[in-house]
């Protein structure tokens, strides 16, 4: 198959992680795939670096005119039969870049907020394209609600790949002591970008309210956006003296996960959480919110915790049952990895595939 992959982000998270983790799959399967994401992002660096063709939109440029312009003669010269939007912005440039051409068009939704107008966005998803992918289930009720046709939904989650080994106990001591932390302390982690929706302030808000009852525990908030540096979270932190360190986008999520004994993701919002997804691989058990899809992979009383969102006490208090009980912490841990299985990354790519072949009417699809 020849498929375009389309995404506006600038930055480098979880939808983006996913795009490449189903190139880089689809590539192995002989596919011939094009990325089209904006000059300058992260995506088009990584792609570029990885060895895919990329297709830059152009900066400067209103609306993406010039950008959709050039990209419509590429895909007359180039019949492309799929293109696969992995954001809102980047359906709308596919419609437009492809309309009246004889491709199949699909769209990824992978977040949770209902639109201002419901009419326009049945009449996005509805008209102009074939297939819309929902992440989790509770996506694919968010859409039917709206409108869009029950067919026109597949509910296919967000993948991660599983190693077949962990690393041993005396591995994840060095990896501590290398990253300055010793066997006593009780770390704790987070990974997204600093946005009202993650719920950052709400493990902050907890961090305190547990300071004397654990004075071990150091929580790990990773990544970027713009709450980061704003002076209610920065004053917060340095009122805690050490107790919560933010930190910038890692570059080895592996590792930072392996130094964690317990997962949080206080989020508002969240269409299924794939971080989350990430720590259960790597046996780390999980806190989250009681919202969005996170229950669809968070399983209360064998894999995790789940909290009531913007709760700091509820989740103070998970994380109090979690640090005074290392056995049933490991037990969750185990479990976690078990679970995940069932989102591994083969799963995804193999159901994405599956998905492109039946719209091409093809008869090799399963």
Same mark, same amino acid.
């Given at each position: 198959?020849?498929?375009?992959?389309?995404?506006?982000?600038?930055?480098?998270?979880?939808?983006?992680?996913?795009?490449?983790?189903?190139?880089?799959?689809?590539?192995?399967?002989?596919?011939?795939?094009?990325?089209?994401?904006?000059?300058?992002?992260?995506?088009?660096?990584?792609?570029?670096?990885?060895?895919?063709?990329?297709?830059?939109?152009?900066?400067?440029?209103?609306?993406?005119?010039?950008?959709?312009?050039?990209?419509?003669?590429?895909?007359?010269?180039?019949?492309?039969?799929?293109?696969?939007?992995?954001?809102?912005?980047?359906?709308?440039? *596919?419609? &437009?870049?492809?309309?009246? =051409? @004889?491709?199949? !068009?699909?769209?990824?939704?992978?977040?949770?907020? +209902?639109?201002? %107008?419901?009419?326009?966005?049945?009449?996005?998803?509805?008209?102009?394209?074939?297939?819309?992918?929902?992440?989790?289930?509770?996506?694919?009720?968010?859409?039917?609600?709206?409108?869009?046709?029950?067919?026109?939904?597949?509910?296919?989650?967000?993948?991660?790949?599983?190693?077949?080994?962990?690393?041993?106990?005396?591995?994840?001591?060095?990896?501590?002591?290398?990253?300055?932390?010793?066997?006593?302390?009780?770390?704790?982690?987070?990974?997204?970008?600093?946005?009202?929706?993650?719920?950052?302030?709400?493990?902050?808000?907890? *961090?305190? &309210?547990?300071?004397?009852? =654990? @004075?071990?525990? !150091?929580?790990?908030?990773?990544?970027?956006?713009? +709450?980061?540096? %704003?002076?209610?979270?920065?004053?917060?932190?340095?009122?805690?003296?050490?107790?919560?360190?933010?930190?910038?986008?890692?570059?080895?999520?592996?590792?930072?996960?392996?130094?964690?004994?317990?997962?949080?993701?206080?989020?508002?919002?969240?269409?299924?959480?794939?971080?989350?997804?990430?720590?259960?691989?790597?046996?780390?058990?999980?806190?989250?919110?009681?919202?969005?899809?996170?229950?669809?992979?968070?399983?209360?009383?064998?894999?995790?915790?789940?909290?009531?969102?913007?709760?700091?006490?509820?989740?103070?208090?998970?994380? *109090?049952?979690?640090?005074?009980?290392?056995?049933?912490?490991?037990?969750?841990?185990?479990?976690?990895?078990?679970?995940?299985?069932?989102?591994?990354?083969?799963?995804?790519?193999?159901?994405?595939?599956?998905?492109?072949?039946?719209?091409?009417?093809?008869?090799?699809?399963?």
């Amino acid at each position: 198959m020849k498929i375009v992959h389309f995404d506006t982000a600038m930055g480098l998270r979880g939808g983006q992680q996913q795009l490449l983790l189903l190139a880089r799959g689809l590539h192995k399967r002989g596919h011939d795939q094009l990325i089209v994401s904006p000059e300058s992002s992260a995506l088009e660096s990584q792609a570029r670096q990885e060895g895919f063709r990329v297709f830059s939109l152009p900066p400067h440029d209103p609306a993406h005119a010039h950008g959709i312009f050039h990209l419509r003669q590429q895909l007359i010269a180039e019949p492309f039969e799929i293109l696969h939007s992995h954001d809102g912005r980047g359906q709308s440039i *596919a419609w &437009l870049a492809s309309c009246g =051409l @004889p491709v199949r !068009r699909v769209a990824s939704r992978r977040v949770t907020f +209902l639109p201002r %107008s419901a009419t326009l966005h049945r009449l996005k998803y509805g008209l102009t394209c074939d297939a819309v992918i929902a992440v989790s289930s509770f996506v694919r009720q968010q859409l039917i609600h709206v409108g869009l046709p029950e067919s026109k939904i597949e509910v296919i989650p967000d993948g991660a790949e599983i190693a077949a080994e962990l690393p041993s106990a005396e591995t994840r001591l060095q990896l501590r002591a290398a990253w300055g932390f010793g066997r006593e302390e009780f770390l704790l982690g987070q990974v997204g970008a600093f946005t009202w929706e993650k719920g950052q302030d709400v493990a902050i808000e907890a *961090a305190a &309210l547990l300071a004397n009852k =654990l @004075p071990k525990a !150091r929580w790990l908030l990773a990544g970027d956006g713009p +709450l980061r540096s %704003s002076p209610q979270i920065r004053v917060r932190v340095e009122e805690l003296g050490g107790r919560v360190r933010l930190m910038d986008s890692v570059q080895d999520l592996v590792d930072f996960l392996d130094l964690l004994d317990l997962f949080v993701m206080p989020s508002r919002a969240e269409g299924l959480g794939s971080s989350v997804l990430l720590a259960m691989t790597r046996g780390v058990p999980v806190v989250a919110s009681r919202v969005g899809g996170l229950p669809e992979i968070v399983k209360e009383g064998d894999t995790g915790w789940l909290v009531p969102p913007d709760s700091p006490s509820a989740l103070a208090d998970a994380v *109090a049952a979690a640090a005074r009980d290392r056995a049933l912490l490991s037990k969750f841990g185990s479990n976690a990895r078990e679970c995940a299985r069932q989102f591994s990354s083969d799963i995804m790519l193999a159901r994405t595939e599956a998905l492109y072949l039946r719209l091409l009417g093809r008869s090799d699809a399963p």
